[in-house]
């Protein structure tokens, strides 16, 4: 099997392994970091549950293989609930329940706070659609959307200065 | 964003000082999986850990002719290659039938095909290697020889002379049949003013759980001692049949569940891959871990609906209804899932139709037949969503036929609010309910006039929009009358342990499970309030079979009502405990005490006596300075299983609003609404987000869901690019909405509310398309899911 040595940063830590060349960036994540907050739901690209931050773009974990990753930087769930960027969509979500079983909640989080970014750096808050749009690629069973909506919109607002 | 409380129904005996019933608090579990550390089967390592991949049938139904296996157990990393043959000799098959569901039949099935392959899919050889990867490259130089029979793919011809009969030893394609006739529909289709007559058709489709079903088994030779870390809703059933399948003693199985991704019915049946997991584990004497793949997941995950049913309803030109009639016809997998059976939604089916109304006369006739497919199982809402949209479709019909709008044919048909208690025609038993307070409700929320005024006008602009309804019932809270009378290990019954620890802190262990409704926190709710402390200060034990009360688990909308009624019983047993301690380190009489935000305190005027801790500290470590005699207990236990009613039915009602594109063919969802009636609230917020949940899973198979099979029993879409799921950007915002009529079968009187959602949405989003095309001349849609195509072709305009 063919391997190649790769050295990336990921989480704000150095990191240098040997992964085969078939390895998706989601698979060394989860099997070779024991970086299990990234989930695998449907490994063709569609859910959405292995959403993680490459380079500071959100990407498909299981649509890039882990040697693309060579000197790059990748951002996990973990990475970002440590340095705290994101504390408040976490909080938002806890209180409004926009989760129920959790599984593609770092996916949404992250994707979440790419709109947040994007939309403070065009200085607009999102609408309720933008925000639907925005996430129309991260599938979720179990809460119907309008709690993640709700949860986002709410981020959105108190980000803009306006009342949480 | 409403984060905020709703405000907390009038209680009497729950309404405890810090009470937390009926208020909006956050789970308490939630952190861990925002921060992405929860700990899902798919997460699980161990050492020596192997996984297995499987060689699966690409036939419909196929005779094993030979397999050759060589090359495979050459390949790089491979630990063993095992055949059906092989693997049944050390698990046994299992047959699943129910004992009250008369007649109905299957075959026994193995956890790897031996001989034949009855579906697409169907595993008939494992491959375990150090990685899942080393496995999949090993399955593919596994050599299966196969001989293609027959495959029987059309439910409308399973039983016809001429097709071929799965299983011989069943003589037949029939797994069930039932037919009921209560009161005297002839006569009153006859004597109707009109009938009105259709087939409702309901696209198969599946659970699609963000985590695919996963299982790790770890046989340990030296305890001889199975522990199975399993995406279960239901861990003592399961103990149970790994147990009795692998000539165990349940006390040699171990199942722990902690975070599971997803579940709504698809991790409560036996799957023989998971069966096969666990015995190649014994087998190999190491852990074995599968995770399903989505491909997997979409051919072997149960399949739900799959319904043809022929419906009519007679009615007066006052709107009265005068009788039902259905035929239905469901074409399962080749065998009855194991242990709860293929039969109990068409089953559900017989028994819900026309169930929220008055109407007597109805005829029923279910059979449920055989197919080289996918096998067939509970899904959230079972029979619900088809019972609903039988019946809410055909009520709309009746009132587009004789002229009269949708809201009104209900208020004089539904059954009355001060009729309770009640039977139904197919002989539900009712305790209370409130069709008639819900649909004012549900009138006035969604501003029902209004609306309409708006269709007017847009309509004028060549803008389409429908409203729709759906009244409906939901089975929760079963007993035993649902599973137990038929034979089945699958216990109605739960228990909770509640003991407070040596820092005055509270540690539960519930038998029921956590796919992320929110049972912990509805648990956690129960017994802060009933034992008198801060939700902070209780920590809840789920999932382990080895430590938590035995107990059904979670599924039927049965967590709340019935593991909560455990937790509040459980939390006062010890509160009446801790009390008793209180009294003889205070030399107080219990009775006059309480205990109230972790202090005990006096019940009259709530001085506080003795904080929590201190209690403990005395209790666990000086017990010499308590009264002779005395011995604390600081653990209690208590199990309720309901007695009073076989199943508390809910009900409710929900509402569609959309827009129509009708060049097209496209569905815009503009709003859905939903009232319902689950009795006490525990969690507000908890149940809305069941509804919310549970209605968009209702609108995927209205809209979008369905797994396509061709006439050779071969999958088409088992993909999530080609089956399509309700996503973000398409969904509404839904509004709830309650009406509250506790049971008084438990002192907390709550009832379910996690299928209500999935049960009426199909029925309501039809009946909305309908209102919409109606005045352009197409024909009633009934044919779900509704995609553009078929929309373009009520139009004529395909």
Redesign the interface.
Known sequence: MNTIDITLTVNGEHVAERVEARTTLVDFLREDLSLTGSHVGCEHGVCGACTVRVNGEIVRGCLMLAVQCDGATVETIEGLSDSGEIADLQLAFEQRNALQCGYCTPGIIAAAQELLLQAKKQGVVPSRDAIREHLSGNYCRCTGYHAIVDAVEAVAQARAGGKP | ???TDDSPPVLTALDRPNSYIGRSV??PN???????????V??V?LPRMAHVAFVRSPHAHARIESIEAEAAKKS?GVIAVVTGAELAKVMTPWVGVLTHLKGLKSAPQYPLAVGVACWQGEAVAAVVARTR?QAEDACELVAVTYEELPAVTDPETALDAKTPVIHAALGDNLCFERKLEVGSPDKAFAESDAVVETTFMFGRHT??????RAVVADWNAGEQRMTVYHGTQAPHMMQNLFAKHLGLTEAQVRVLTK??????GIKVHTYADEMATVALSKLLKRPVKF?A??IESFVTDIHARDHRVKARIGVNKDGAITAFEIDDLTGIGPYSVYPRTSGIEANQVVNLVGGPYTCANYRAQAKVVFQNKNVMCQYRAVGHPIAVAVTEGLVELAAAKIGMDPLEIRRRNLIADDAYPCVSAAGLKFEKLSHHESLAHLDSMMNYAGLRAEQKKLREKGIHRGIGFASFIEVTNPSAAFYGVGGAKITSQDGATVKLDAQGSIVVHTGVTE????AEAVVAQCVATSFGVSMDKVRVVTGDTDNTPYGGGTWASRAAGIGGEAAWQAGKALRGNVLAVAGAMLQAKPEELDIRNGIVVDKAKGTERLALDELARVAYFRPDTLPPGFQAELMATRHYVPRGWPFAFTNGIQASYLEVDTDTGFVKLLKHWCVEDCGTIINP??VD?QI??????GIGAALFEQCLYDERGQMLNG???DYL???????P??ECGHVVSPTADSELGAKGAGEA?TAGAPACVMNAINDALRPLGAQPLTDMPFTPGKILRALGKV
């Open positions: 964003m409403k984060i956050p789970r939630l952190q861990r999986l925002t921060q992405g550390r929860g700990q899902y798919s997460d390592s790089s990867a659970g699609v759980t963000t985590e695919p975070d599971v991704g997803g579940s709504f995770v793949d989505r796919q992320g409704q929110g917020q908890l987000e919310r949940g549970g209605v968009v899973q993909n999530m690019a799921v309700p996503m973000s950007a398409e969904m915002d839904i959602g």
